[in-house]
């Protein structure tokens, strides 16, 4: 069976320091591969999304980056976090297996920057 | 993409049937319907998916009309469980089509009272 693998599950940073957060996919290859914001109270504000090793693609400017070294591990980062960086981020996949718009997501990383 | 348009908010007591209608005025021909569900500080969950008329499973309904201008998701009998956000997408059912674009809009807080 698939898996996703999110980490950390919360991250206090301060403003100004580095992000890195990782996400993995077991049991599927090739997957659709995305990364979610959340901030409080709001909806669900889709930042990047990948079809393939080194495919990305960027839905709203930002100072945040993404990467997929491999087939399954997706890394979002940021050189500088601001304040409104805060938010819930949740990384999500697809594959051929399942339907098309039925993504599956991990449990999400709360990230507060001060 | 089609743009989407819930409520914000409802509530419903235990064991009531609760309709939760989205309209998505700009759906394209190619575009199916999907439902998830987000409960607090998790990842959203798939409900169910539909191009017309009616679709059921083991959690829910969806009805949508000739026309797809809207479409509705029913939920039987809610309990305190149920009480969650419901997030209505539109979207291809085809990851060569730009299914990857997986956009979730502000979605419908449901709360359930006893």
């Known amino acids: 069976s698939q898996t996703i693998h999110q980490w950390p599950a919360t991250l206090v940073q301060p403003v100004g320091s580095p992000l890195s957060l990782e996400c993995t996919v077991e049991g599927t290859s090739n997957p659709n591969l995305y990364w979610y914001r959340q901030a409080a109270g709001r909806g669900l504000q889709l930042l990047f999304y990948s079809v393939g090793i080194g495919q990305i693609s960027s839905e709203v400017p930002q100072n945040l980056s993404a990467s997929r070294p491999q087939d399954r591990q997706f890394i979002l980062s940021s050189k500088k976090l601001l304040l409104s960086d805060s938010g819930f981020y949740l990384c999500?996949?697809?594959?051929?297996?399942?339907?098309?718009?039925?993504?599956?997501f991990g449990q999400g990383t709360r990230l507060t920057v001060v | 993409l089609a743009k989407t348009t819930q409520p914000i908010s409802m509530d419903s007591y235990e064991g009531q049937e609760v309709n939760i209608t989205c309209s998505h005025n700009?759906?394209?021909?190619?575009?199916?319907i999907t439902w998830y569900q987000q409960f607090p500080s998790q990842g959203p969950r798939f409900i169910i998916q539909g191009y017309k008329t009616k679709v059921t499973n083991e959690v829910a309904s969806l009805f949508i009309p000739a026309d797809r201008k809207s479409s509705t998701l029913s939920l039987p009998r809610v309990s305190l469980s149920d009480t969650a956000v419901y997030y209505c997408l539109v979207a291809p059912e085809d990851s060569g089509a730009g299914s990857y674009q997986l956009t979730f809009g502000k979605g419908t807080k449901l709360s359930v009272i006893p």
């Open positions: 700009n759906i394209a021909t190619n575009d199916y």
């Open positions: 999500a996949w697809s594959g051929i297996a399942h339907l098309a718009t039925e993504a599956f």
